[in-house]
């Protein structure tokens, strides 16, 4: 079935860095999701994207979070700085009009 | 505001049970409800979905759903289950006139041999 990609799969970085976490959608998918997901458990949404906007997020979305997809490139997630409280796995999900999501397998971010 | 309760946070049955995991969700509007498969350290898989038509909805591997109105759920059943569906469940529900998707809790499956 289609795929989304997820780059990196884990990263460990030192708190108040910056992470830049990517995705790649599945190619004619037009909207775009992130959600935060801790120790296997609830699935909570941070945001979604269409159009090359932001349509809507959720409390969990900080103002040291930001999310973009340039000319079509990958779809982004970037955190900045980071904090102890934003380890987690991070994931990426996709759709056509519909509510189907395409998940990638995750980035898992260990802040440290 | 959509919300979706899945009330059981662990299931466990022996290989060839069947099982039914359950899903509540408040809404009154029109909407979508999914379930979906998390397999541990993978991300989640579509199921499954109802969103009008046939209140039983059948998925992959012998998965089927049934919506009720009445009670406001969407019970995901599966008649012989086999130790490969040892995974987390997760049911979602999402307003048919926005994209914005809400997960419940998630059921962890352990199907024993």
């Known amino acids: 079935g289609p795929k989304v990609l997820q780059i990196p799969s884990h990263q460990i970085i030192d708190m108040g860095q910056m992470v830049t976490l990517n995705c790649d959608p599945v190619?004619?998918?037009?909207?775009f999701y992130w959600y935060k997901q801790i120790l296997g458990q609830q699935m909570e949404f941070l945001v979604n994207?269409?159009?090359?906007?932001?349509?809507?997020k959720s409390k969990l979305f900080k103002d040291q979070f930001s999310v973009e997809r340039p000319d079509g490139s990958y779809f982004t997630l970037k955190i900045q700085p980071t904090a102890l409280e934003d380890s987690a796995v991070y994931f990426c999900?996709?759709?056509?009009?519909?509510?189907?999501?395409?998940f990638g397998e995750g980035s898992r971010l260990i802040v440290v | 505001t959509q919300t979706v309760s899945q009330s059981d946070a662990h299931v466990t049955v022996f290989e060839g049970d069947s099982v039914e995991l359950r899903c509540n969700y408040s809404?009154?509007?029109?909407?979508?409800l999914s379930w979906y498969i998390q397999h541990h350290g993978h991300g989640l898989q579509f199921l499954l979905k109802?969103?009008?038509?046939?209140?039983v909805v059948q998925g992959v591997n012998g998965f089927e759903a049934e919506f009720s109105k009445s009670d406001s759920s969407f019970h995901l059943r599966k008649a012989s289950v086999h130790w490969s569906d040892s995974a987390v469940y997760f049911c979602?529900?999402?307003?048919?006139?926005?994209?914005?998707?809400?997960f419940g809790d998630g059921t962890q499956l352990v199907v024993k041999p």
């Open positions: 809404y009154g509007g029109s909407i979508y």
């Open positions: 190619s004619n998918h037009l909207y």
């Open positions: 979602a529900v999402s307003a048919s006139d926005n994209n914005r998707i809400f």
């Open positions: 994207f269409y159009n090359g906007k932001v349509m809507e």
């Open positions: 999900a996709s759709s056509l009009p519909g509510n189907t999501l395409y």
């Open positions: 109802y969103y009008s038509g046939n209140p």
